[in-house]
């Protein structure tokens, strides 16, 4: 089993920064690429961008490009995400046991979720 606990969530300005952090635990969590989905009100969820087990970046949506990066230490995985826009404003989740398909569906560990809010 793994658990997935996303923190970093907050009302921010666009134009600025947040880093958002997914902190695992179970010895399984390390085996695992993690990704970083997202949910606006009224949407579906979507991608946003993952790391493989050993840190290096997989994949990341058109729309983060050059604005998020991704990150991991230890049991925790990082999104940096930078010059935000209100478009950006949705819950962020962080899954694991994705098994390659980065998908809503796919993922078979979810964190509960936090919001990040940007302002224009």
């Known amino acids: 089993q793994v658990q997935l606990v996303e923190s970093g969530g907050r009302l921010v300005q666009a134009g600025g920064s947040l880093r958002l952090s997914c902190t695992g635990s179970?010895?399984?969590?390390?085996?695992?690429?993690v990704g970083w989905f997202r949910q606006a009100p009224g949407k579906e969820r979507e991608f946003v961008a993952a790391?493989?087990?050993?840190?290096?970046g997989l994949a990341d949506a058109d729309s983060v490009k050059g604005r998020f990066t991704m990150s991991r230490d230890k049991n925790t995985v990082y999104l940096e995400m930078n010059n935000l826009t209100p478009e950006d404003t949705a819950v962020y989740y962080c899954?694991?046991?994705?098994?390659?398909?980065?998908?809503?569906?796919?993922?078979?560990?979810w964190g509960q979720g936090t919001q990040v809010t940007v302002s224009s």
């Open positions: 899954a694991a046991a994705c098994g390659g398909e980065w998908t809503a569906s796919s993922c078979g560990y």
């Open positions: 179970g010895r399984m969590f390390n085996l695992y690429a």
């Open positions: 790391i493989s087990r050993s840190g290096d």
